[in-house]
């Protein structure tokens, strides 16, 4: 298995004012920090492919966090329309979407798993940024609103409506106030229910950007650590000697000259492989119990449900634990 670039990474709390686009978060959950201010994923790109309801936003990395965990084969450093690189996750919220997806086909899929995967890339001279490094100073959540109102800073919606529920491109709109946008009408509804009913005439998308709602996964920041040269030698010694247990029955079944058993050796060295693999991810996260992403460990094309884990593949993968969404 190969394991030389591995990554852990993990949720930490942090303030919804600091996860917002100018400073280019890896974060997880609450509403897409997007990088590009306009040319966003429509309706039709963001709902589920099972159930046809709106994907969440799951989570987001920049492009050196991708590159370390090896989330898609990095560009080379001399491209110029590519100094910012960000891949955006988005989920389906029905759990049973993943096990009709799981049935329904032995093999990866990438149009029938309830996911989607989009890399957004631009020239570090671009429309939406200055070209000096974003300030580190602490803003308070009015601070940053006043910025993004003043202009000093580039307000997410400043280019394209957006859905108050979900952060996304809003293409509908509402018919009182003309203000609010919604990507869908059920996030409309949901919408009206919530506040929308109270605040209509008055609404501004910015006075929600901070808050939450029954639709958005939890929020937190997505902090990157390289896992120690131990941690790999010792899941490595882990995995051959699970490997070295189960080689005995694969030469047992190649010793009967049977069709029938040489179809069953076929899946059971499919399954074996699979089970090597979940027992090598098993054994890293033994070392950090509290990581909620893990890289760069190996490349199977489809998708596997193992114990609490859900393991998505789309070049490599991402790994979330189930508990947290």
Not at 276 to 281: A, G, R
């Amino acid at each position: 298995f190969f394991m030389s670039q591995l990554h852990y990474g993990f949720a930490e709390p942090a303030p919804a004012c600091t996860l917002v686009s100018h400073l280019f978060p890896d974060k997880i959950g609450g509403r897409p920090a997007w990088l590009a201010l306009d040319h966003l994923p429509d309706e039709a790109q963001l709902v589920c492919c099972s159930c046809s309801q709106p994907m969440a936003f799951l989570l987001q990395v920049n492009i050196i966090l991708a590159h370390f965990l090896q989330l898609y084969s990095p560009l080379g450093d001399d491209r110029e329309d590519c100094f910012h690189r960000m891949l955006f996750v988005f989920m389906c919220k029905s759990g049973r979407c993943f096990f009709n997806s799981a049935s329904s086909s032995e093999s990866f899929a990438p149009s029938s798993v309830p996911f989607r995967v989009f890399r957004s890339q631009m020239a570090k001279s671009n429309p939406y940024y200055s070209l000096t490094p974003p300030d580190e100073k602490q803003f308070t959540p009015e601070e940053m609103l006043d910025a993004f109102r003043s202009g000093a800073l580039p307000a997410p919606n400043r280019l394209t409506p957006l859905c108050p529920i979900c952060g996304c491109r809003g293409t509908k709109i509402c018919a009182n106030c003309k203000k609010a946008s919604y990507c869908s009408r059920s996030h409309q509804l949901l919408h009206w229910k919530l506040c929308h009913k109270r605040h209509c005439p008055n609404y501004d998308y910015l006075d929600e950007m901070f808050s939450t709602n029954p639709f958005l996964l939890p929020e937190f920041a997505l902090v990157s650590e390289a896992a120690a040269e131990s941690d790999i030698v010792n899941s490595h010694t882990q995995s051959d000697d699970d490997s070295s247990d189960t080689e005995a029955p694969a030469q047992t079944l190649t010793s009967v000259d049977s069709a029938e058993f040489a179809a069953l050796e076929t899946i059971s060295r499919k399954e074996t492989k699979e089970e090597l693999i979940f027992s090598q991810f098993r054994q890293v996260m033994k070392v950090e119990p509290d990581q909620v992403c893990l890289s760069s460990l190996f490349s199977q094309q489809e998708i596997v449900f193992k114990n609490r884990f859900f393991i998505f593949v789309h070049w490599h993968f991402y790994i979330i634990p189930l508990a947290l969404l």
